[in-house]
Every structure is written in structure tokens, then in C-alpha cells.
């Protein structure tokens, strides 16, 4: 195998005990916040050349989010390597019980295109937080951050802990053959299922980053101007190539007609009469991506937008009504600047088409009422969820970031990340004295050790009270 090797070179630094100190960990993480600093410029010109991302999205998502987790973990990484006490029975009260917070070993992060340093380099700081070694996978699509992170990276992290390999399809089927202590995805859901089952084979744990098609309902009672730009900046973010951007809309036929020309007073706000024009408006990353998605404006009728101009891999911030579910564009997810608008006739229509399909990765909905957002988080199951928003939720590290069913295993962001990559080994140092104490669970056994047995290690409903 082409990667065994470096694998077992990294295997061996995680052996020698070389990236346990805090102090490691700490100049380690500081060597990325150098790295986003210094090469802030190289970052930005590369989103740029790889899919046309305007340097203010690039900004705010590959480096300043990935500054804000950064330093919330160095912020607190002392307290969260800490050993967690827990609580003992009568028989170990002078015993220590608690949870050690240990590296995995070594783990391999895969990363998308969409946000190429964004998706590899969060992880990567929870990673090296937690103490492991890394391989790290960038997209091999996304030409130019691909070879930024390949050539930079390894200027600043200790190259006998962390690697950064570059490869195809058939080079990460081969890379995924070795036994590595953790894997972490961020992709589709048909390779999410392949990075799975060559995990299994070594019995590796794994976080999956999927996605899917996030529902974003709008109640009849709402602010349609607010809606429209909430939902316009989410769906057109990065050229909707964004994994919890709101793929489709479901309100009353009352609602599109409100909504059809606030939409196109927010989209000519945004990015002007010509979107194509805008500095502010990305392009779709390949031409693969291009055609199949130019492909689904063929679904209702297209109320919005609709140019294309393939050389340029441009699609305009489109929005389609009337769209049915048998259509194509709700088929898969769009992963593109594409809004159907599903008519349904109330909130339970509208929760009972969501809950009929896969679990999404994100759920929007829109109301004045907090009763009604209410009733959406209640009745419904998804990854994360944002009320009278769309993507803020993704901007918090207090939260968890993850998908559930089709759209993911698993959460990260902030501690979640630590936690993530992290072991959390139970642990019991007792007293070697005091050996009178264990007599109870020795053998010969009695009803009164029993007795006594059960008087020491019973755990008691709360609140309870028993009768003599």
C-alpha cells in the first residue's frame, strides 16, 4: 500500500507520547493561527480561482470562522483536557473515579470542495487539540487550495505528526485501506456509505458530514421582506454550493405570491440587475456540477433568474414555483443557486411532507409566532435546526454541528470537535488498603453480604420515599 508507510511513521510519533503535552498541542494550533495570518492572501486568491468566491464569503468562512475555533480552543483547551471526576458509591468513596480525555492515535480527515480550507481545517484543530496525528485529505477538485494546503501546511505543523495527502479517487480507496483510530467525512452520502464500510473493516469509528435537502418552511404570518433576504443570502451564499443552505421552500400558494417579489427586489439588492455582473456572486466549482444542475430548472416553472452561461460555469440566482414533488429539482439535493417552491396548504401539510422524507442536515422556519416555529422543532428531526434565520447556526461553536440518518453521524464545532476526536477512557484508581471493605463480594456468599452489598452500591430514584 502507497500510504503504509507514512501511516506508520505518523503511528510511531503518536506511540512515542509526542503530541500529548498541552504545550504541543497549543504551539501546534498557534502554527495554524499563523498560517490563516500569513496566508490570508494566498486563501482568498485561491477560493477565487477555484469557483469564483467573492472574498468577503471567503473571508468570513475560511478564516475568520476557522479563527473564532481556534481561539474558543486554545481559549479552553486546559480545561477540557482536564480529567473529569465523577460521582462514586459507598464502596470507592476513597477511591478516584474519572474520565481521561485521550488521543484516538492517528486519524485521517477527508474534505470537500465547497469550503476547501474551511471543512479540512476545523476538524484539523479539534484533532490536534485531543492529541492525535492527522492525515489530512483536502478535495482533489478544487486545484489551487488543494496545492495551498499541500505546499503551506507542512511549512507550519510538525511534519513527523501531521501530513497532507493529495489524491484521487482511486488513491483515497487505497489511502482508506489502512487502519487508522478515527475517520472524519465531510462529503456526499453515496461516498459517506464507501469511507464507511472501509472503516468497518477495521472496526475505525467515524464522523460523517453529509447533507441532503434542508426544508424551509414560511408560515402566512411573517415579515416577507425579512424572509426574502434571510432566505435569498442562504440559498445564494457561495452559489448555494453550501451543505445546510435551504433547498427548498414550503408555504401556501398566498405565501409564493407574496414571496415571488420580495425575492427579486432581495436578489437585485444583493447582486444588482446582472448577477452575472456581481462581484458578490460565486460560480458553480465544475462543469460536471454545471450540467447536472442546470439540468433541474426544468422542474415548475422559473419565476426568477434562470440564465446560464456554461463557459463561465455561471447559473443566476434562480427561484422556481410552483414545483411539485415529483420533479427533478426535488430529487436530490441541488447544491446550487436553485429555490423550488413547494405549495402546501398549512404548517401540518407542510411538517408531514418533511417528515416523509430522509432526516435533513438542517431545518428552517419562518413566523412571527414562536408557537409555529415551535411546532416545527417539535414535530420534526433534522441535524440542526434555525428559526426566522437561515446558516446563523453554523456561526455559534457552542452548538453542535452534525447531521442525522442520511444527512450524517456525529457532531463537531468547539468542544464538540475536542470531543469528537477524543477517547474518553473511564477510569477507577483505587486504595490497595481497606482490602475488609471488599469482603462483601467475596466468595463464600450469603444473604447478609447480599444484604449489605445492596445497601452499598444501590442507586435510589430521587424524590422516593419508602415505608417502614
Known sequence: NPYAGLVSHLRAAWLSGKTRPMEYRVAQL????????????????ATASDMGKPSFEAYFTEILLCKNELNNTLNNLSHWMKDEHVDKNLVTQLDSAFIRKDPYGVVLIIAPWN??????????????????????????????????????????????????????????????????????????????????????????????????????????????????????WGRFFNAGQT????????????????????????????????PQESPDFGRIMGDKQFRRIRALLCSGRVAIGGQTDEKERYIAPTVLADVLPSDPAMQEEIFGPILPIVVVANMDEAIDFINARPRPLAIYAFSCDSKGVNQVLERTSSGGFC???????????????????????GKYHGKFTFDTFTHHRGC?????????????????????????????????????????
Open 30 to 45: 498557534e502554527a495554524l493561527g499563523r498560517f490563516l495570518d500569513e496566508k490570508k492572501q494566498d486563501i482568498l486568491e
Open 387 to 409: 428559526g426566522n434565520d437561515t446558516l446563523m447556526h453554523v456561526t455559534l461553536t457552542s452548538l453542535p454541528f452534525g447531521g442525522i440518518g442520511n444527512s450524517g453521524l
Open 243 to 274: 451543505c445546510i443552505a435551504p433547498d427548498y421552500v414550503l408555504c401556501s400558494v398566498e405565501m409564493q405570491e407574496k414571496l415571488m417579489p420580495a425575492l427579486r427586489e432581495a436578489i437585485t439588492e444583493f447582486f444588482g440587475s446582472n
Open 428 to 468: 477507577l484508581h483505587r486504595n490497595m488498603g481497606l482490602e475488609a471493605l471488599n469482603a462483601l463480594r467475596y466468595p463464600p456468599y450469603s444473604q447478609q453480604k447480599l444484604g449489605l452489598l445492596t445497601a452499598t452500591f444501590e442507586i435510589k430514584r430521587k424524590g422516593m420515599c419508602t415505608l417502614l
Open 115 to 232: 469550503y476547501p480550507i474551511h471543512l479540512f481545517l476545523v476538524p484539523l484543530i479539534g484533532a490536534i487539540a485531543a492529541g492525535n496525528c492527522v492525515v489530512v485529505k483536502p478535495s482533489e477538485t478544487t486545484k489551487n487550495s488543494e496545492r495551498l494546503i499541500a505546499e503551506m501546511l507542512t511549512c507550519y505543523l510538525d511534519n513527523d505528526c501531521f501530513a497532507v495527502v493529495t489524491a484521487g479517487v482511486q488513491e483515497t480507496t487505497r489511502l482508506l485501506e489502512n487502519k487508522f483510530d478515527y475517520i472524519f467525512f465531510t462529503g456526499t452520502t453515496s461516498v459517506g456509505r464507501i469511507v464507511m464500510t472501509a472503516a468497518a473493516k477495521h472496526l475505525t469509528p467515524v464522523t460523517l458530514e453529509l447533507g441532503g435537502k434542508n426544508p424551509c418552511y414560511v408560515s402566512d404570518t411573517c415579515d416577507v421582506q425579512n424572509v426574502a433576504r434571510r432566505v435569498a
